[in-house]
């Protein structure tokens, strides 16, 4: 297999993007997040802030999210109303997504991109969950806030994540049936959340992958 793609969704306070940091280290690739919208800007020439605000979530809150319009793969174009709206901005991410998946190895997190790779042959899906506490207390570890108000902050972003998942691609984010494995970080811990998923690339792809 010439390259072999990982995509790590992951809940919120589950060490899901410290657990694909450190699989990437081991395996001496690169690890994309955020460098995503920055080079979806660079891509489509529309400002990075913009694709920060629709960063895993939608712009348009209320019944719009209730909607799913599943991604196609087409750009909208420069002249058209729409060339801004959060359907292009994840149009131009997913582009990014598909060309990185097609020449190099790496992690990606988030962003739908187990389904946006759903037809490539070399990539490996994971989902990072966690029990409450667990997220909870890595949380609050990171940030000034009480349990109450960190609380409704996973809540928050985890619901974001959601419905940005569900809006495009018309799945449901936490289904283990959209991923090829599903780790409770709270329970193996990182290193070994690392060790099963260099595992399971060495059963599925063979010993030399």
């Excluded at 913009?50 to 712009?59: A, Q, T, V, Y």
Aim: charged share 30%; with cysteine; glycine share 6%.
């Amino acid at each position: 297999m010439k390259n072999i793609v990982v995509t790590v969704a992951r809940q919120y306070g589950s060490g899901g993007k410290t657990i694909a940091a450190m699989l990437a280290k081991e395996m001496g690739i690169n690890c994309y997040s955020r460098e995503i919208l920055r080079m979806a800007s660079e891509e489509s020439g529309i400002n990075e802030r913009l694709f920060g605000m629709s960063d895993e979530k939608i712009r348009h809150a209320g019944w719009f999210h209730l909607l799913s319009r599943p991604y196609e793969g087409d750009l909208i174009p420069p002249e058209d109303r729409d060339f801004v709206s959060d359907d292009n901005l994840f149009n131009y991410q997913a582009k990014i997504i598909k060309d990185l998946a097609a020449n190099e190895s790496c992690v990606i997190i988030g962003r739908c991109a187990d389904y946006i790779l759903r037809d490539f042959p070399n990539v490996v899906s994971v989902f990072v969950h966690a029990d409450r506490q667990f997220c909870l207390d890595r949380a609050m570890e990171r940030h000034s806030m009480s349990e109450k108000e960190m609380l409704k902050y996973i809540e928050k972003t985890d619901k974001y994540r959601g419905d940005f998942y569900r809006y495009h691609t018309g799945h449901e984010w936490s289904d283990a049936r959209n991923y090829d494995l599903c780790l409770d970080s709270g329970k193996l811990g990182f290193e070994k959340c690392v060790e099963e998923i260099k595992s399971y690339i060495q059963i599925r792809f063979g010993a030399d992958s």
